[in-house]
């Protein structure tokens, strides 16, 4: 498995897409085989290409470009598969909001296409009923050192 700049180029085009509201180059990111989009809203559940395109267009078109913002990217391949990790934020009045996102990509004629993606919206263990989890909170060590 190594770092893959071509996965971390097409995540970035993506984001591009979703950003300017570029439902035709959104679109094109994905795979025909693509097996599930699902985004930040419980209901955002899209399954194969046909109706995930679908739906990411309509939210495109009906916003003008969604603004999420990548933070962490990090793309890795391994032959013709690669995968993603990504700590971004969704620019909103209230001010930032932390998401999640990772998917899978495949190398196609064109290039790497989506064959899976996942946005989503981490809500604390304490919403939860899980407040007794412990957690080890992004840049710090097992106990709560730094």
């Keep these: ?3 893959d700049t071509g996965v971390e180029e097409a995540v970035a085009g993506l ?15 994905l795979s025909r ?3 599930a989009a699902i985004g930040t809203d419980d209901a955002e559940w899209w399954s194969g290409y046909d109706d995930s395109a679908a ?33 971004g934020r969704i620019a909103i009045d209230a ?15 064109g290039g790497w296409r989506f064959l899976q993606l996942h946005v989503s919206v981490g809500t604390p263990n304490e919403d939860v009923g899980m407040a007794d989890l412990p957690v ?11």
């Design 136 to 146: 080890t909170r992004r840049g710090s060590a097992p106990g709560g050192a730094a």
């Design 33 to 35: 085989d693509l097996t």
């Design 95 to 109: 001010g930032p909001l932390p998401v999640r996102m990772t998917g899978v990509l495949r190398r196609e004629e």
């Design 1 to 3: 498995m190594q770092r």
């Design 15 to 29: 984001v591009k897409a979703m950003q300017s509201g570029d439902g035709t180059a959104a679109r094109d990111a």
């Design 55 to 87: 739906a990411l267009a309509a939210q495109l078109d009906a916003s003008g470009g969604l603004p999420f913002e990548s933070g962490e990217l990090r793309g890795y391949a391994e032959g013709d598969l690669g995968w993603f990790e990504d700590h």
